[in-house]
């Protein structure tokens, strides 16, 4: 069989592959594996099966020929410029990524836009149906691709199908907005299983299937009946973990310990070190954050070098104008407590616009006394989940948003409504002052609670699943 002919039990699809091309300085071109929660999280799922990989290498034009790279095989599909700007940045994160994080800005309504995210669903659903083996198992993943279940089905009834939702799925009154409400609902109910992180997401889309498309639901599970088509879909919550043990063992070896070390020495040993680690994205909650620690040093209840404070802000969509506004008023804001709070050598808020090797990521967690996740609206937030899995001396302290599915596993944080700054302020603090002995209680818990629902069980649970997803009632006999 030719290379380009081979067939897969297992086809993973999602918008990106797993790696990223790197050129050296004499012109090599190699693959190295991209950071993010999704691809180490199905690195470890991938591992022992025949699977393949189906998605965009990152750059505009021309796909690469598939390969073979780290025992998966990679499919790259092709993006031009246009789609990149209109599938991509366009309709998936100007349109649907506000409309399923509660609009905390407007979204944008193109029509054009849409006609690409079809056209490269349509594309990611060929290879898909290309590199599929007999009756292989399909998994599709995030809000990029919610056609693609869909069009599989169209081409290939003989494959399982599996779609699991990254973010929120917005309730029924937002998405009703969306002009396109009944492509999306009915691409995804292609699918046989659908995997939420919240049970108030899945019931949201249970929710959307029955008001908008006059479908009859029963607890989970949705019945689409057409003429060509009869089925149960099953949709339900299995929140996404990362790999605890991994983590773990990264964050306890001596290179790891001694840069956390170092780092807490270079800005001064403060008594009390706050971190915030995000994607810089307005769902975030950033701007909520350092608005509330800004009062907090009006008040003199934290003063530099004694309370140190550094956000991680990590680039993304920066050709988004939405992010380009967020940066400007986020630095602007930055600026203006450092203006008024920092001394000589002790800065108020340390900001860091960059992206970090992970051993970085863990020294930074392991170096910080209160971990700041404040987001508006989160699909999960691994960040939350990281810092307790490096905290393998049960130090630490969490101050974690209700609104990210990570509230709902993660119940001994310091819990914070992040529109209330009030309350947000009295949470760092309890965040600061509570006990040792009573931080390390909480702390334990939370681990606890990861290393039993890592990234391995996660998947494991989706894959049983999408199994065990009803079947297809057999069809009718002929009269
Ligand atoms: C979406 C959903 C859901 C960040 N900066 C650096 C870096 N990161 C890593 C973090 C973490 C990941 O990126 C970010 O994951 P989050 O879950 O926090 O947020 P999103 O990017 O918005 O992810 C979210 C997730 O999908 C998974 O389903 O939880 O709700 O929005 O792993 O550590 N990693 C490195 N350097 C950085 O500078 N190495």
Request: with cysteine.
């Amino acid at each position: 069989m030719s290379p380009s002919k081979r067939a897969f039990d297992l086809v993973v699809a999602a918008n990106r592959l797993p790696v990223d091309r790197v050129v050296s300085a004499d012109g090599e071109v190699s693959w190295r594996t991209s950071p993010g929660g999704l691809v180490t999280a199905m690195e470890s799922v991938m591992r022992d099966r025949d699977g393949a990989w189906v998605g965009w290498a990152g750059e505009a034009g021309e796909a690469p020929e598939p390969f073979e790279e780290q025992g998966m095989w990679l499919r790259p599909v092709a993006l031009s410029e246009d789609e990149v700007k209109q599938y991509y940045e366009g309709f998936s994160n100007d349109t649907l990524w506000p409309i399923y994080h509660d609009v905390i800005v407007g979204a944008s309504f193109h029509r054009q836009w849409f006609t690409q995210y079809e056209k490269v669903n349509r594309r990611f659903a060929e290879a898909i149906a290309e590199v599929a083996a007999k009756g292989a198992t399909v998994w599709v993943h995030d809000y990029q691709l919610q056609l693609v279940p869909g069009m599989v089905r169209e081409l290939r009834p003989d494959v399982r199908i599996g779609w699991f939702d990254h973010i929120p799925f917005p309730p029924v009154e937002l998405f009703a907005q969306l002009p396109w409400r009944r492509a999306i609902l009915e691409g995804l109910l292609g699918a046989d299983y659908l995997g939420f992180q919240r049970v108030a997401d899945a019931q949201n889309f249970v929710r959307a299937c029955r008001q908008l498309l006059g479908l009859q639901t029963r607890g989970d599970t949705v019945s689409v009946s057409r003429a060509d088509d009869s089925r149960r879909v099953r949709a339900s919550a299995v929140p996404i973990s990362i790999d605890f043990k991994g983590l773990e063992a990264l964050a306890k070896e001596p290179e790891t310990r001694a840069r956390a070390k170092e780092i807490r020495e270079s800005l001064g040993d403060p008594e009390t070190l706050l971190l915030g680690v995000d994607r810089l994205d307005y769902t975030k909650g950033i701007g909520h954050r350092i608005k509330a620690y800004g009062e907090l040093l009006a008040e003199d209840k934290v003063a530099p070098p004694r309370e140190v404070f550094v956000q991680v802000a990590t680039p993304s969509r920066e050709r988004v104008e939405a992010y380009q506004q967020l940066r400007a008023e986020i630095e602007g804001e930055v600026g203006r407590l450092n203006g008024e709070f920092s001394r000589i050598g002790a800065p108020a808020v340390q900001y860091l616009h960059h992206s970090y090797p992970r051993r970085e990521m863990a020294a930074l967690f392991l170096a910080a006394d209160v971990l700041l996740v404040t987001p508006l609206r989160d699909g999960m937030n691994l960040v939350a989940k990281e810092y307790v899995t490096c905290r393998y001396d049960e130090g630490g302290a969490l101050v974690l948003s209700e609104f990210t599915g990570a509230f709902h596993e993660l119940h001994q944080a310091f819990v914070v409504n992040p529109h209330d700054i009030e309350g947000l302020k009295q949470g760092i603090m309890r965040a600061i002052e509570t006990p040792d002995k009573e931080k390390r209680r909480l702390m334990r818990a939370m681990r606890r609670r990861v290393a039993d629902h890592d990234v391995q069980r996660w998947a494991a649970r989706f894959l049983e699943n999408l199994a065990s997803a009803p079947e297809r009632p057999a069809p009718a006999a002929p009269s």
